[in-house]
């Protein structure tokens, strides 16, 4: 599992020129579900993701998670995540690493749920869609998170 989560002033998800979700301060996380993938590492970062601190407290250090900052999450699906740009092997990623999508979506969606069980706010991109993503990125600020 890989993720790139990012911290946002604001993030809209479009599919088919639609807009599908989006979220005020908060952030945005793109996951990739790897094959072998479990339930328990699902829901270690859905725990991780909920208290990671990373927002400015009164005194601009970042001490606050998600939850204290009242900020959303943009949980988006991107399988692209578990790809691999190997040495020596041409200029096409391989995306071998990546889960089937029937149990990838089944570890996204748990991610979710067990976010909000935490108590924050979540809204998702459509899995398997083709996506535009519209950010303001919040200092910037990214990180990869693998489990």
Do not use: W
């Amino acid at each position: 599992m890989r993720a790139l989560i990012q911290r946002t002033k604001a993030s809209s998800l479009y599919v088919d020129g639609k807009l599908i979700s989006s979220i005020n301060s908060g952030l945005t996380v793109f996951i990739g579900i790897e094959k072998g993938d479990t339930e328990a590492q699902a829901d270690y970062f859905a725990r991780k993701l909920a208290n990671l601190r990373v927002f400015r407290d009164e005194n601009g250090k970042m001490n606050l998670s998600i939850k204290q900052a009242g900020g959303e999450i943009l949980l988006v699906s991107q399988f692209s995540l578990a790809g691999k740009l190997g040495k020596g092997s041409g200029n096409r990623p391989d995306f071998g690493a990546a889960e089937l999508p029937e149990r990838a979506e089944e570890l996204y969606k748990r991610i979710t749920d067990k976010v909000r069980e935490e108590g924050v706010v979540v809204k998702n991109g459509v899995f398997g869609a083709h996506m535009f993503i519209e950010q303001q990125q919040d200092g910037p600020l990214s990180f990869v998170f693998e489990c």
